[in-house]
């Protein structure tokens, strides 16, 4: 019975800035669902190849300031990887938000995500069901696109609009180019379609 209540009050710690942060003790449904679809197209993607997909769990070590547990993340120079986590910067790395912690995945580890040299960063938001994705230039990570997933319903009542009606979405964003291979495109189904 202690072990169960110790259990339940288990939290994962992240290192930001120097400073030991507490992250939520259980996220959402959505928020694993999500994490665990974009782990699943990265994995079965990378199956074979030189990069490879870690899931949420996995510690990354930035520097001696910065210790992360993000939610998924690409790794292509396999001596990153260690037994206790992967050292130094990912190729890609994704945070889906929880509302405890989404301020510092904007602000602090975003800006050590960008120093340390990722090249690609994704911002998951389940509740707009969204994706903001950066690109690493000149060692800050630069906001290049916000995906919105859309329903085919919703898709299709869009379509059905007039031309010129104002609430008619011009272009419908259905995937994601991964930037950092050449033939990679996440559907956004595929991340919150059942969510």
Known sequence: ??????????????MIDGVTVMMSPRPRYEHVAVSGNIFVVFSIYLKRKTCKAFADGFDLYLDDKNRFVPDCMIVCDRSKIKHNGIHGAPNLVV?????????????KKKDAYARAGVSEYWIVDTWSKSVEVYYNRDNKLELNHIYYYLTDEEIAENDALPADDINKIKTIDTKIKVSIFDDLYVKLKDIFEDI
């Not at 202690?2 to 710690?13: E, F, Q, W």
């Open 1 to 14: 019975m202690d072990n169960l209540a110790y259990k339940d009050d288990y939290r994962i710690s992240e």
């Open 95 to 107: 945070e889906v938000l929880s509302r405890s912690t989404a301020e510092n995945d904007r602000t």
